[in-house]
């Protein structure tokens, strides 16, 4: 692949890269399968519905206007030297650099540390039901070498979990939100669970999807954790 196959485009965002005013571009392709995933479109590589060209073109009009561009997928680290000389360019026109990422790439994230200031990782389930949600039986590995490669760099990030009632408890979060903290991650999120599809929606109800955030225990031991704690409803 010699350039990036952008798949979507947000030309301004608040709150995909935090306290910055940004753009995200989705990468397509992704090497696990999500039960919840809100972007299947992007999931299979292939030839991206935007020239990267005319994308940095579009950037470059943006200096001085967007403080940041995210790039998320997909898995935007699937795409490897051609994101990073991408990031390059982009970094060169004085952004932020920021990445959302599944984790499923640790040594592609270990070669971009330099060049991306913070990322969103999604630390999805306990290990025990990692793969059920995935369908892959590596990603709850490759995920946590990730989170400790860009916990070694003290960059700032967000891990965030979203409360899919399938795959997690609120018991299942609190272990989550601990096993976080003990790796030196200073921000967590916790994200509703919603439904995108029908057969999504008749698998889980508004009381299972609302018992996270209804807890004041667990949100007080969550938010006791971390510096920052947000919790999206």
């Not at 696990?32 to 991206?48: D, F």
């Not at 060049?115 to 995920?143: C, F, H, N, P, Q």
């Not at 760099?153 to 272990?175: A, I, Y």
């Amino acid at each position: 692949m010699n350039t990036i196959q952008i798949g979507g485009l947000v030309s301004f965002t608040t709150i995909d890269y935090p306290g910055k005013l940004a753009c995200v571009l989705f990468l397509v392709g992704c090497p696990i399968r999500c039960a919840y995933c809100s972007n299947p479109h992007l999931i299979s590589v292939g030839a991206g519905e935007y020239d990267p060209e005319k994308v940095f073109d579009w950037l470059k009009s943006r200096v001085g206007k967007l403080e940041a561009v995210v790039f998320s997928g997909g898995e935007a680290l699937m795409q490897g030297a051609a994101l990073f000389d991408y990031m390059r360019r982009v970094r060169a026109l004085g952004f932020k650099i920021g990445l959302h990422t599944n984790g499923f790439y640790p040594e592609n994230l270990a070669m971009v540390t330099d060049l991306v200031d913070w990322i969103g990782l999604d630390y999805k389930a306990l290990k025990s039901k990692y793969e059920k949600l995935t369908g892959i039986d590596i990603a709850y590995e490759r995920m946590i070498k990730s989170l400790d490669v860009w916990a070694k760099t003290g960059k700032p990030c967000e891990v965030r979990t979203t409360c899919d009632p399938r795959f997690v408890t609120p018991d299942d979060l609190r272990k989550i939100a601990h096993d976080v903290a003990s790796r030196g991650i200073k921000n967590f999120a916790v994200q509703k669970y919603i439904p995108h599809f029908e057969d999504d929606t008749n698998a889980t109800t508004a009381t299972m999807r609302n018992a996270f955030f209804n807890d004041d225990e667990l949100r007080d031991e969550i938010n006791s954790l971390f510096n920052s704690v947000t919790w999206r409803e």
